[in-house]
């Protein structure tokens, strides 16, 4: 599980390379930030698979795959929900303006059924329950995942940024998502499952 973890994740990565980040050194790198925080995980080897991370690299396949709008199903309650990524821009109705570049046309909303789906995601938690959804890198490592049962983390309109073209302020690092991911899903003494997506 671990090393099915480091491959995803790296695939992930793999998937977002310019030219200039296809130097070995860089990923050797990003390799061992990922296997220090995939080296805190316990327990990972023993349990069944219980829950999901999607990360998305532009979400157009997201909603469809999580069943968003059509009822997500009885697993619901069991998982906890950690959906990180781009495409931001597919869950909000035509024409909405994006929340972090209000001025640009091309990020805006996309969806002609009107719907906003990050406030459905919200509104179809089970009772009791608490789901955030964030849209930068400073309300992410603000959350007091002690305190968050599902959690969606929208960082871009489209595809996330390049790793050397990232605003740090506004993106988090593909490892800062894997470790609140791994810890999220550490709450679940059932283990999970750990899907890591690229975008094309
Ligand atoms: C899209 O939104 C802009 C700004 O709010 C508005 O001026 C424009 O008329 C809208 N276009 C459509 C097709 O709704
Ligand atoms: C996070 O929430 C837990 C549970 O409510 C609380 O015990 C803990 O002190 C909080 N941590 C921080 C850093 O606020
Ligand atoms: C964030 O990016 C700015 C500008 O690129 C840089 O000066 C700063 O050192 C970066 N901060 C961190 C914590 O990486």
């Not at 990923?27 to 069944?48: F, H, K, P």
Request: hydrophobic content about 40%; glycine content about 8%; charged content about 30%.
């Amino acid at each position: 599980m671990k090393a099915l973890l480091l491959l995803l994740a790296q695939l992930c990565s793999a998937s977002l390379v310019p030219e200039r980040e296809k130097d070995p050194e860089y990923w050797r790198r990003q390799a061992q930030e990922t296997l220090r925080n995939a080296l805190r995980l316990q327990r990972l080897n023993q349990n069944v698979a219980k829950n999901l991370i999607l990360f998305l690299g532009d979400g157009e396949m997201g909603a469809p795959t999580l069943g968003w709008g059509s009822g997500a199903g009885g697993d619901r309650d069991a998982m906890n929900w950690v959906i990180m990524g781009g495409g931001r821009k597919y869950m909000f109705p035509k024409n909405a303006s994006d929340v972090e570049y209000p001025r640009e046309e091309k990020h805006r909303g996309t969806r002609l059924d009107r719907r906003n789906l990050v406030q459905a995601w919200q509104e179809a938690k089970p009772p009791g329950k608490v789901a955030k959804y964030v849209w930068n890198r400073r309300e992410l490592l603000a959350l007091n995942l002690s305190r968050v049962d599902f959690l969606l983390g929208l960082f871009e309109p489209g595809d996330m940024v390049y790793e050397l073209d990232r605003n740090n302020e506004t993106d988090p690092s593909l490892s800062e998502m894997v470790a609140v991911a791994i810890r999220m899903l550490q709450k679940n003494p059932r283990g999970f499952f750990l899907l890591v997506e690229g975008g094309e």
